[in-house]
C-alpha cells in the first residue's frame, strides 16, 4: 500500500485590528520628565546584571499590561542573546522555576511584590530572599530598576503607547 503525499494547506494571515493610535506623546509635550526619566533609567541599572535587569523588566511590564514596554524589553533581551524560552516562561516563572538561577528568581519574586501593593507593602519573607542573593548595594540597585520600569509602564499604559515599532538599540 502507498501513501500519497498531500501538501498542507497555506496557514491562513491573521487579520490584526487596526493599531490604537496613542492617546498623548507625552514626551514630546513633558521632556523635561521624559529627560528625567532617562536618567533615571540609566543609574538605576548600574551594577545590576543585564539580563537580570531585562527579566525584571519584562515580568513587570507582564503584571501591568504594557504591550509597549513587553515589545521593547522582550526585542532588547532577544538581541542581548536571552532565550525565547525563558522570556515566554516568565509569566508562569512559579511552574518553570528550572529555568532561572535562584538569584534571578529572588529579583523576579521582589519585582512582583513591589509592583502589586495588594497587601501595600513587600512581604518581609520575598525581601529577605533577594536580600540573601543581593548586597545591600546591588539590592538598591534592583528595587530602583523595579520602581523605574513601573514609572514607565504607567506612562505607556495611560498614554496607550503603541508596540511593535521598536528595534533594539533605539531608545524610548
Known amino acids: 500500500m502507498t501513501t500519497t503525499e498531500t501538501t498542507p494547506a497555506p496557514i491562513p494571515t491573521p487579520a490584526y485590528a487596526a493599531e490604537a493610535p496613542a492617546r ?10 521624559y529627560k528625567a526619566m532617562v536618567r533615571l533609567d540609566s543609574a538605576a541599572r548600574k551594577g545590576l546584571d543585564p539580563t537580570l535587569y531585562e527579566l525584571v523588566k519584562i515580568r513587570a ?3 501591568n499590561h504594557c504591550a ?19 522570556i515566554v516562561q516568565l509569566t508562569a516563572w512559579e511552574e518553570s522555576r528550572h ?18 501593593l495588594t497587601d501595600g507593602f513587600v512581604p518581609d519573607e520575598v525581601y529577605e530572599r533577594a536580600a540573601g542573593h543581593f548586597d545591600e548595594a546591588e539590592l538598591s540597585q534592583l528595587i530602583a530598576a523595579i520602581t523605574v520600569i513601573n514609572a514607565w509602564n504607567r506612562f505607556g499604559v495611560t498614554c496607550r503607547m503603541t508596540p511593535g515599532h521598536y528595534r533594539p538599540g533605539q531608545h524610548r
Open 68 to 86: 509597549f514596554c513587553l515589545d521593547m524589553h522582550s526585542k532588547d533581551a532577544l538581541a542581548a542573546g536571552e532565550s525565547v524560552e525563558r
Open 61 to 63: 511590564s507582564q503584571i
Open 24 to 33: 498623548v506623546e507625552w514626551a514630546r509635550h513633558a521632556p523635561e520628565v
Open 99 to 116: 529555568f532561572y538561577t535562584e538569584k534571578e528568581l529572588a529579583a523576579i519574586e521582589l519585582t512582583e511584590a513591589v509592583t502589586v
